[in-house]
């Protein structure tokens, strides 16, 4: 059972890195040295996707009263470098609860990213701690999985580790949702019938799947792919064009200034204030702004907030 009390927890279970950003004119060729042009980078900076997404959920859970509407949590593995007190002292001034957290003997995960001039770069990955989670869940984060709203997961820790999750969540009856990014792995059918959203730009869905993805028309064919391999609903980001939410028969597409429900003509949505109303041989167009609500099977109240959540989770500490 999900939790019912009045702050509910939004559970993130992911990767967290030191990222080390190294301005430089031009990378070095094998067996050169060479200096950087500004002597104040270097700097580390906290990282990683399951970290930003936690951050971001923190952030969009307070209330214009600074009331915390959503508890933030984050399970990561913690190393054992001098990056660990900075990593864990800036989650808890996000607001972002690490009594989850693990504890490893391996070097804290890192990204280093070589920054040239024009903004091109170029990243080597450490997985560190992130790749050393134990065989099995630790008890305190099956509780926490059973009490929470969601999981949040991406793909920057082992895959045994989420599909751990996805199948814990499962039975006790709590929504998963897998962002692609981070390593390219293929997606097991395993993983999928235990996910309730796999979140993928449109790069990741046509990596997932094999097909393009340069228009919504083919992202929502590619999507549905992942669809009959059994995953229930995609939510795909598109960058300055909103996110496109697939599913068995419905559509819906959120932009900045509307949301857009396409719902297939045998089913009905009930609102108290359409905005428009409009039809196609194959589906019922339904715009709303956004502070209309809209019923149907609660998709519109369903995914607004997780929308809202993965807006920010390109956000910097």
Not at 189 to 216: F, H, M, Q, Y
Not at 239 to 264: K, P, Q, R
């Amino acid at each position: 059972m999900a939790s019912t009390s009045a702050v509910k927890d939004i559970l993130v279970i992911g990767s967290l890195n030191a990222d080390i950003i190294i301005e430089t004119t031009r990378l070095p060729k094998r067996g050169e040295t060479i200096a950087t042009p500004n002597d104040r980078t270097g700097y580390m900076l906290p990282g990683g996707k399951g970290a930003n997404q936690a951050t971001a959920v923190a952030k969009a859970s307070l209330s214009e009263e600074k009331k915390i509407l959503t508890r933030a949590r984050l399970a990561t593995v913690f190393g054992n470098d001098g990056h660990v007190e900075k990593l864990q002292d800036t989650l808890k001034s996000n607001n972002v609860d690490i009594s989850l957290c693990l504890q490893s003997n391996v070097p804290s995960g890192q990204a280093f990213i070589f920054l040239e001039p024009g903004g091109e770069n170029s990243i080597i990955i450490v997985g560190g701690s992130n790749n050393s989670w134990p065989e099995t869940l630790p008890k305190k984060i099956q509780d926490a999985i059973k009490s929470a709203a969601c999981v949040l997961l991406q793909q920057e820790i082992p895959e045994r580790v989420n599909l751990a999750v996805a199948k814990c969540a499962q039975a006790f009856g709590v929504e998963v949702m897998m962002d692609l990014g981070g390593e390219e792995r293929k997606m097991s059918k395993e993983i999928l019938s235990c996910v309730t959203i796999v979140s993928p730009n449109e790069t990741e869905l046509a990596r997932a799947t094999g097909l393009p993805t340069d228009t919504k028309e083919k992202c929502v064919k590619a999507a549905r792919k992942l669809i009959e391999k059994g995953c229930k609903q995609i939510l795909v980001t598109l960058g300055e064009h909103g996110v496109l939410l697939v599913s068995d028969n419905v559509l819906l597409l959120y932009t900045d200034t509307y949301t857009y429900i396409m719902l297939t003509h045998t089913q009905t949505c009930v609102s108290d204030n359409v905005l428009r109303l409009f039809y196609t041989d194959t589906y019922t167009y339904i715009m709303l702004t956004h502070t209309q609500t809209c019923v149907s099977d609660n998709v519109l109240h369903r995914y607004v907030y997780i929308h809202n959540t993965y807006t920010h989770t390109n956000l910097c500490f």
